[in-house]
């Protein structure tokens, strides 16, 4: 192995590492993924996470000076082919080998920057504008990965994986309704007042979820083998987080993280890859 390809390879374990530490249900999600998709995917994971961290735990810090640094770093480190921040390292060496839009890229910055001026959004275009770049260009960075250049294959896929990057980041909503408030004073859902959230306003939520739930679970059986089981993963596991919060009590969704036991997410790790064997996904 030369220098450069250590050097790379110790990047993309960067970018492993923080997807580890950062989100157990996607890191599950990328073990059961083929060999071939997991460094990549890695790599996307760890440029978002740590774009998301400037602008939702740096406060004691200028959160737009380092956002517009990483902003700036990220296209350099494309261009070049080469970075000394490791994550942008792996993230670049992604970028050019599957041709990633870097449309997608900029517009993931641009919801991010969104965070560092909006704390509401009044109506329902900012509110999907936020959730596209925020989640669902995401998804279809991880769709380049999967297709592997055959944009016909991509373009049939892409408004599916826009509703599962839609129906997660949604989740994430109302996951996290109490800490965006309180240590970060966001509401993203549009038209909500949060002292009169109630029952049927959940429900009208989650009812908009389970459509994009339905529509993304037909892309997930289009997608390779090697792909499907990984993201089919991630998907249930939402799907039962989507559970939970169906069945909590506004209180409890006001005042905790709602979550998914290890216990279960170990079951829905052995239910997929049985599934998965028996082609019953």
């Known amino acids: 192995m030369n220098g450069f390809q250590l050097y790379q390879n110790s990047c993309v374990e960067c970018s492993e590492l923080i997807t580890k530490r950062y989100s157990t249900s996607f890191s599950l999600g990328i073990r059961v993924f083929d060999k071939e998709f997991r460094n990549p995917i890695y790599s996307i994971y760890g440029f978002v996470r740590f774009a998301d961290e400037i602008v939702d735990t740096f406060h004691q810090y200028d959160k737009k000076e380092l956002l517009d ?13 080469i970075s000394l921040n490791p994550i942008l390292q792996s993230f670049q060496h992604v970028v050019n080998e599957f041709h990633i839009d870097h449309q997608l890229i900029t517009d993931f910055l641009d919801s991010m ?14 509110y999907n504008k936020y ?15 999967f ?6 294959f991509y373009t049939k896929l892409a408004p599916y994986a826009r509703s599962l990057g839609a129906a997660f980041q949604k989740i994430n909503f109302l996951r996290d309704m109490n800490s965006d408030l309180e240590e970060r004073g966001r509401v993203y859902f549009p038209g909500i007042d949060l002292t009169r959230f109630d029952e049927y306003t959940k429900q009208e939520i989650l009812k908009d979820i389970q459509k994009d739930f339905d529509n993304a679970l037909e892309g997930i059986r289009l997608l390779p083998n090697g792909a499907r089981r990984g993201v089919y993963l991630a998907y249930v596991y939402y799907l039962n987080l989507y559970k939970n919060i169906r069945k909590a009590s506004i209180e409890k969704i006001l005042a905790e993280r709602i979550r998914v036991s290890d216990r279960r997410k170990a079951y829905l790790l052995m239910n997929t890859m049985v599934r998965n064997s028996m082609n019953l996904l």
């Not at 959730?131 to 990965?145: K, P, R, T």
């Open 131 to 145: 959730i596209y770049g925020s989640a669902e260009v995401v998804g279809l960075m991880c769709l380049q990965v």
């Open 69 to 81: 640094d990483f902003r700036k770093e990220t296209f350099k480190a494309i261009v070049q082919k």
């Open 113 to 126: 920057e969104m965070d560092l001026h909006k704390s509401t959004y009044e109506s329902e275009a900012l």
């Open 147 to 152: 297709t592997k250049g055959d944009n016909d």
